[in-house]
């Protein structure tokens, strides 16, 4: 692949978890980029996994993933984004805000993969079109390090606006998950 379809290919597989990341962002008392920077690395880290582990498996068993991966991109999207609606109507005003914008680990964890199976299905695609194994390490490690960049970002620019915005745009963050499960069960149904 070419480095400019790289990083296309890594800023589009991205765009999710910036999203996310700027709803994060919004609900947090003030601006901390260690924090940032831990969930850049968690999105970051999972979003260069799955397109490795996405190649391996259309290369070992192409047929079961393809079958399974909508279902489970629509579910973990659509709880975690559901999860994320709750959290924004049910908190008072600054209420609960820390704990709404670091969630435990498992809900960080649980956000990352379910934003970054599009990128599985992208290793699974560069499988069937046999992409060497140096190929999917080069796109991993783009698809890693764009997210990365660009989930950092988004939790700092959702501070900067949170203060204006607070649970809408986490409400906002909550429903484009939900609907980007969604799209993703009708593109693969449909």
């Given at each position: ?104 680990s498992l809900v960080l964890l649980a956000t990352a993969f379910g934003t970054s ?74």
């Amino acid at each position: 692949m070419s480095p400019a379809a790289v990083f296309f290919l890594s800023v589009s597989m991205s765009i999710d978890a910036f999203a996310v990341a700027v709803g994060r962002g919004t609900v947090l008392d003030r601006a901390q980029l260690g924090r940032a920077l831990r969930i850049g690395a968690v999105f970051g880290l999972v979003e260069a996994l799955t397109p490795f582990l996405g190649w391996l498996a259309g290369i070992a068993a192409s047929d079961w993933v393809a079958h399974v991966d909508h279902w489970l991109a629509f579910g973990l999207l659509g709880l975690v984004g559901i999860h994320m609606i709750h959290n924004a109507f049910s908190q008072e005003e600054g209420e609960g805000a820390e704990r709404a914008a670091s969630g435990s680990s498992l809900v960080l964890l649980a956000t990352a993969f379910g934003t970054s199976l599009d990128a599985m299905a992208v290793g699974l695609s560069l499988a069937f079109i046999d992409v060497d194994l140096a190929g999917i390490l080069v796109v991993s490690a783009g698809i890693g390090m764009a997210t990365f960049v660009m989930s950092t970002a988004g939790v700092l620019l959702g501070k900067a606006i949170g203060n204006q915005f607070g649970r809408y745009a986490e409400m906002a963050a909550g429903v484009v998950l939900c609907a980007l499960g969604t799209m993703i069960l009708i593109d693969h149904i449909g």
